[in-house]
């Protein structure tokens, strides 16, 4: 195709900037704002018939719209979507810099608080997302990008931008590589155990996913691959919290990875979880455990969870300002007997306010003494 193509007599490609599973990308000029963008152009499998290309771009369509409702600066922005010659065109946001896959391949791995930074941007993308019931389905080193501009988060966290790319690209990704392979959506060692088994992709399947591209940057190891992405696959849909890799190695991370990595997806925490948990980690901090979708719920209502493992906290364990000072709702009760809760009866804490009114009252009483002896007098 010739770089100078001008597609839906707006955008001018000037320059081919890589190829994938599912197209070609390319840099352009968008005359009407005279501004630089990015533009996917989505090549339907050719194994796939043509009323099945219609439909798939149908949906794509509407789920690359969909996309488009995610304004978050960790997510790249989708401006356009383009149905022409038969085929669909993403236009999006241009975001120069280098993926996280080139610099694993270039480094092997990057040290943990860096790790941490960059997975707190991205479960932050996630965050955005979710909340809008969208889910990324594809999260890999590939897809994350460490844009040259800006700074990391407006709070003074410096290093690059990190952005989250190709929400809303999963989608023909799953109908073409399931057309020639029959395999589920996604790189294979960053599929969830319950999709891995042929359940639908959801929240919990991207924070599974974030988890192992964590685990992936900070040891420069892949912890579930395999020989071929059928083995890959297979040892995934029989995981069980017993196969969790050695966590260790990740550092401060690893009580992050160990909640990321449960093989129940119910009791993976959430994107909000983990985002405030790894900016300890990213500051030098070793955050605990982290809490499942329903501690983390507790955390945001004040309701307590429906089901919490003995022993295991109910808090995001240091995570943010407020943590270790989580309050109760206004009508909660008093402690159980027998909690080791200090008692309210007589004789108990009265606080720090008794010591200056005794002294006050003991004044007070010397003073109307003194007072009745001059009038004696």
């Known amino acids: 195709m010739d770089t100078e193509r ?13 190829r994938g599973e599912v197209g070609v990308v390319w840099q352009a000029h968008d005359e009407a704002l005279g501004r630089q963008v990015a533009v996917k152009e989505i090549r339907a499998a050719e ?40 085929r669909l065109w993403i236009v999006m946001e241009l975001v120069r810099g280098l993926s996280l896959k080139d610099v694993l391949a270039a480094e092997g791995s990057v040290s943990p608080a860096r790790a941490a930074r960059i997975g707190a941007e991205a479960a932050s993308a996630l965050r955005n997302a979710h909340e809008a019931g969208i889910w990324h389905r594809d999260i890999k ?67 599974w996913s974030l988890g192992v591209l964590l685990y992936l940057a900070a040891t420069g190891v892949s912890p579930f691959r395999r020989d071929t992405a059928a083995k890959t696959l297979r040892a995934l849909a029989s995981y069980t919290d017993a196969d969790l890799p050695p966590v260790r190695e990740a550092g401060p991370l690893a009580a992050v990875l160990e909640g990321l990595l449960r093989a129940d997806p119910e009791e993976r925490p959430t994107a909000a979880a983990v ?43 240091g995570a943010g300002p407020d943590a270790g000072r989580r309050r109760a709702p206004a009508d909660a009760p008093g402690p159980p007997a ?18 200056p009114v005794t002294i006050l009252v003991v004044l007070v009483a010397l003073l109307a003494a003194l007072a009745a002896a001059v009038a004696a007098r």
């Open 6 to 18: 001008l597609l839906a007599d707006r955008y001018r490609l000037t320059a081919e900037l890589g």
């Open 47 to 86: 194994e796939l018939a043509p009323d099945e290309v219609r439909r798939l771009y149908t949906r794509l369509e509407q789920e690359a719209m969909t996309a488009g409702r995610i304004s978050h600066r960790n997510a790249t922005t989708v401006h356009n979507v383009v149905v022409e010659d038969g």
């Open 141 to 207: 080193p590939a897809n994350i990008l460490l844009g040259n501009g800006g700074t990391s988060r407006a709070e003074g966290r410096g290093g690059n931008r990190v952005v989250l790319t190709d929400f809303g690209i999963s989608l023909v990704k799953a109908d073409t590589v399931h057309a020639r392979t029959g395999e589920p959506v996604g790189a294979p060692e960053f599929t969830a155990p319950e999709c891995a088994r042929g359940a639908a992709p959801g929240p919990a399947s991207d924070m």
């Open 275 to 317: 985002e405030r948990l790894l900016w300890v980690a990213a500051a030098g901090g070793t955050p605990r455990p982290a809490p499942g979708p329903s501690a983390d719920r507790a955390d945001r209502t004040g309701e307590s969870p429906r089901s919490a493992p003995s022993g295991d906290p109910a808090d995001d364990g």
């Open 338 to 355: 027998g909690s080791g809760s200090a008692p309210s009866a007589p004789g108990g804490d009265r606080g720090p306010w008794v010591l």
